[in-house]
Every structure is written in C-alpha cells, then in structure tokens.
C-alpha cells in the first residue's frame, strides 16, 4: 500500500469513528432589488461592471454570436470545449479556431498569442452581476484570464439571485454534491488601482468581456 494510500485509509477509518455531522446552512439576502426580475438585475450590475450584455435565444444564438465576432473583428479564437453546450464549435466563423483541449506546455505558443476567447458560464448572479465558473478540462481556468477579450455564453435560466444560491448551484455540477476543485467569478473586464489609484484595466484578465444571454 502506497502512503497516500495509507493516509486515506486511515481518514476514512477515523471518520467511521469521529462521525462529521452534516451543517445546514442558511443565508438571508439583504440587498434591495426585484428578486421577481433577476435578468434585468442581473443586466443592470454586469453593466455596471463595465461589462457588455448582447440579449440572445436559443434560436438566433448561432446567428447573434457570429454578428458579434464580426462587429469585433475576430480573426482567431481561443474555444473552450463547453461551448458546445450553446452551440457547435463548427459554427463559429472566424478564419483561425484554436480548440482549449492540450496541456499549457502544448498549447503555449497559441494561449499566449491570442487575443479572443469564447467560453460558456455556468452561471450569473444576478445582485452582483457576475459570472460564474466551474473551471475543468472543457473550461479551463486559462481561457478567460489570458486573452485581451471574453465572450461568454450564459444561459437566461442559470441567472441566480445571489452569492449563496450561486455556490450551491455549482456544487450541483459534480455528482458527489461537493465544490468544484476550482471556481472562477468575472465581474467584468479585470482592473487595478493599485498604482496612484489610477484605475487601469485588464491588469489580471480580460479588457473586455461580452456577455450573450441567451
């Protein structure tokens, strides 16, 4: 038996012992806004965040987020795998796709030399105007933090009313009911001001992040 191994067992042998009750926890939203219309808030903060909201549907999704690509002048696209979930990659028209599915060290040379990406959200919180994401091998972390400008693809029913009700939202996408190993939260375009408080944008991330609710 290996140590890690060993070091397993042995947990798992201590908790039959030391049994963890589960804790419920319950959370009261304080701020003021119209829980009945969680799109138009959530619209109205993501725009505050100095993000941009592109309205969509199911039917024109295809045809919106082309008409975008073009108004932006995409020519090469970084694409995270779960995008499929909106949409083909095939049906993306830009002349160079750059599908996020090697290792950083393989892919170097492309994530690092791209100005676009395209990933889909799992979902928005609605009283902060946010994006949420459950980061993975069809997400990676990379694909909206190294690019100059991020068009993310959300879904009108995964915009949530708060923090709280985002989190346990997430812990629904892995079957063992448990946080993903790594969430990502977007505001919007990333921003410092740190140095003579002189606000300076796309310090951390994305200079520019577009939002298609669709």
Known sequence: MSSREDIYSKVKDALKV???????????????????????TYIEY????????????????????????????????????????GFGIDDLNVD?????????????????????????????????????????????RLASLIVSSCIVLLKKEDVVANLFEAINKLKGTRKDGHLPTNIVFILGPSRTADIELITVLGVHGPRNVHVVLY
């Open 18 to 40: 030391n049994y963890i009750p589960e804790v419920q926890v319950s959370h009261t939203d304080r701020m003021v806004y119209d829980k009945d219309k969680l799109l138009d």
């Open 46 to 85: 993501q725009k505050a965040n100095q993000g941009t909201v592109l309205l969509s549907s199911k039917e024109t999704l295809k045809e919106d987020v082309n008409k975008l690509i073009a108004e932006l002048g995409v020519k090469r696209l970084l694409i995270a795998r779960n995008i499929e979930s």
């Open 96 to 140: 160079e796709k750059i599908v996020y599915n090697k290792t950083v060290e393989t892919q170097r040379s492309d994530l690092f030399n791209i100005d676009f990406s395209i990933l889909h959200a799992n979902l928005g919180v609605a009283n902060l105007g946010i994006l949420g994401f459950s980061t993975d091998e069809d997400c990676p």
